[in-house]
């Protein structure tokens, strides 16, 4: 197996639909041993199961809005596993206020929040969990094409997924010199719950679908399968890199 004993930390799942849950699966098929995060209560009931299911080894709080917080999940990782070989940033949030009409529109509180969130929560946990990993490490976060091109109503969630992918290649030159890589995969629209805040997607999807070089949507347990590429050693020369997996659509200069 591909991540046999490998200790990777998946933070963000929501539910069973989420991208972070078919990472955590296809992880595991690999070998890896996994630890779960979640926020707030609602989270909690959730993700505990989820986690048994896959046989998650420990679960905890950690907003990454919070920097104790943060540090008091680095401190239980330290406890408990001693070191970390795979970070899974499956992290965003946007007000649905701030996803409905114009873009202008945003509030500044909004702007923030979404930002916060969505972009400054990577560096933010890369500066705090590094110290735990070594040389092989991988790092990797969720993006979206809606980061480099307008997908209406996507508003201010695309701005933070631009300066996420940004974030990731300025890691990538800070990690680099521990050997620690840190990458992208811009999944395409998949029926998660934060999809649903975007009133466009729906359309999204059957234009994906009907234009795309594949004409099919891309699946949560594909967008498993890159991170299980981007997070083992079949990738070890990879880092800084944005790695698409929306069956070409991507390439995609008009649609069909």
Not at 196 to 213: C, G, H, K, N
Request: charged share 20%; glycine share 8%.
């Amino acid at each position: 197996m591909l991540l046999e004993g490998k200790k990777a930390l998946v933070m963000g799942l929501a539910n069973n639909k989420s991208i972070a849950w078919g990472i955590a699966q296809c992880l595991k098929q690999e070998g890896a041993r996994l630890a779960f995060n979640y926020v707030g209560e609602a989270i909690k009931k959730r993700v505990i199961p989820l986690s048994e299911e896959l046989g998650g080894e420990f679960t905890f709080q950690c907003d990454v809005c919070s920097d104790e917080e943060i540090a008091n999940a680095v401190a239980l990782v330290k406890e408990k596993w001693g070191s970390l070989d795979i970070l899974i940033h499956s992290i965003a949030f946007a007000n649905k206020d701030d996803l409905r009409g114009p873009f202008m529109d945003v509030s500044r509180d909004g702007f923030k929040l979404a930002l916060e969130v969505s972009a400054f929560s990577l560096p933010a946990l890369c500066k705090a969990f590094s110290p735990l990993m070594s040389e092989g490490a991988s790092i990797i976060t969720m993006t979206y094409h809606g980061s480099t091109k307008i997908i209406p109503g996507y508003n201010v969630m695309g701005v933070a997924k631009a300066a996420l992918e940004a974030s990731v290649r300025y890691l990538a030159y800070d990690l680099g010199p521990k050997g620690i890589r840190i990458n992208a995969i811009s999944s395409g629209p998949i029926k998660t719950l934060a999809a649903s805040a975007v009133i466009s997607m729906r359309d999204v999807f059957t234009r994906l679908q009907e234009s795309s070089p594949l004409h099919r949507n891309v699946t949560i347990e594909e967008v498993g399968k890159t991170a299980v590429y981007l997070a083992s050693d079949l990738s070890s020369p990879v880092t800084g890199a944005i790695i698409y997996t929306d069956c070409g659509f991507n390439q995609m200069g008009v649609t069909a």
